[in-house]
């Protein structure tokens, strides 16, 4: 069974039993993990995608198995063929009390949506999250915050899909509903607040250093990042073109390149990338060398600014202290992973506005 040479070095070596042990056991095993490779395939195959130019490292790897795993929200998505509507129907608006938003859909498509909309945000509760626990009379009323919130959102989904179509439609129609965000909860996972001083004196440590906290995805990069370049309308523009470039302690360019990194890392984690999905990293200052997505994510910074500035801000004195920030009682705010949850488009590319135009437009919708 065994080759000569073993034989005779076993004689030559009684007492030695773990020798040929660990080198049949290491070859016995290399050989069982050969054949295993060989029928189920490697399982940490990667893919990559392409960004750049070939050759210059411009692409992003991912594992074949998180590719081939859907985004588990999908099946959740609600299917309705619209109903296009009849000459002579009456409208939402002049059969219902106070719809300041969607009036002018036919009863049927109102009713529709609204169900919809009940499974997007509020399964468990119902109706009655937004309208009260009085009967259908009552629910021209608007004595709840989550209805005066649910119209301004109807709104700004609308808003979305009419002016943002650039981002949100880059590669396809895709659109964006309730669902994007909400995924059958009353508050979307991924929004955020202001989280306090940026730099705190650490324990055992004469600096200052910045706070990792869950903004700053638990790094020690400064966690006012999304306060900055999603609220308050910064600028990312730190790069210097001299390799070195004398500073001092203190200088606000330090931080501002801090923060800089640390939105960017929200970015990467957001949308499941790294730097090359929109970058050239040999020269990240040369918008002529960027690639397509640098454009879209472009389009979506500005998006996001809009919507907290002009949508979700404003809402503020709505809220009740429960849904406000915890440490300066702001209100929610959005940002990439709010919608994108780890992948590259937010439910990994699946079109939500077909079945929903009433939601695609501010103006009467258009059924096909």
């Known amino acids: 069974m065994f080759p000569k040479w073993f034989g005779e070095w076993n004689k030559k070596n009684a007492k030695d039993i773990y020798g040929p042990a660990i080198l049949v056991g290491t070859l016995g095993g290399a050989v069982f993990f050969a054949a295993l ?54 409208l939402a608006g002049d059969i219902y009390e106070n719809v300041q938003v969607l009036g002018d859909l036919t009863d049927a498509n109102f009713n529709r949506l609204m169900a919809a909309m009940t499974q997007w945000v509020s399964p468990d ?34 808003n979305i899909n009419e002016n943002w179509d650039g981002h949100v439609n880059a590669n396809k129609e895709v659109g964006v509903t309730c669902m994007t965000c909400h995924r059958g909860q009353n508050v979307p996972q991924n929004i955020w607040f202001k989280v306090g001083p940026v730099n705190e004196s650490m324990a055992g440590w004469s600096a200052i250093q910045n706070r990792a906290t869950n903004i700053s995805q638990s790094t020690s990069l400064p966690s006012d990042a999304l306060e900055k370049y999603l609220l308050e309308y910064e600028q990312i523009n730190v790069h210097d073109l001299e390799s070195r470039v004398e500073s001092l302690p203190g200088d606000p360019r330090i931080q501002e390149t801090e923060r800089t990194y640390s939105l960017m890392n929200y970015f990467s984690n957001a949308l499941g990338v790294n730097c090359v999905f929109c970058h050239n990293s040999r020269a990240f200052y040369d918008v002529g060398q960027v690639t397509p997505q640098w454009a879209t994510a472009s389009l979506g910074i500005a998006m996001v600014q809009e919507l907290n500035n002009d949508y979700l801000v404003p809402l503020q004195d709505q809220y009740p202290e429960h849904r406000l920030g915890p440490v300066f009682g702001d209100a929610p705010k959005a940002a990439c992973k709010t919608c994108h949850q780890g992948y590259q488009q937010p439910l990994q590319g699946t079109n939500v506005i077909a079945d929903w135009p009433e939601l695609a437009t501010s103006g009467a919708p258009v059924y096909e």
């Open 125 to 158: 509760q119902g109706c009655a999250y937004c309208h009260g626990d009085g009967g259908v009379e009552t629910y021209g009323e608007d004595l709840l915050y989550t209805k005066i919130v649910a119209r301004r959102m109807i709104q700004m989904t609308q």
């Open 37 to 90: 490779l060989v029928s189920w395939g490697q399982p940490l195959a990667t893919d990559s995608l392409q960004t750049g130019p070939r050759g210059t490292g411009m692409s992003v790897a991912e594992f074949k198995a998180d590719l081939a795993r859907p985004d588990p929200a999908i099946i959740e998505i609600i299917q309705s063929d619209p109903l296009p509507p009849e000459p002579g129907e009456e």
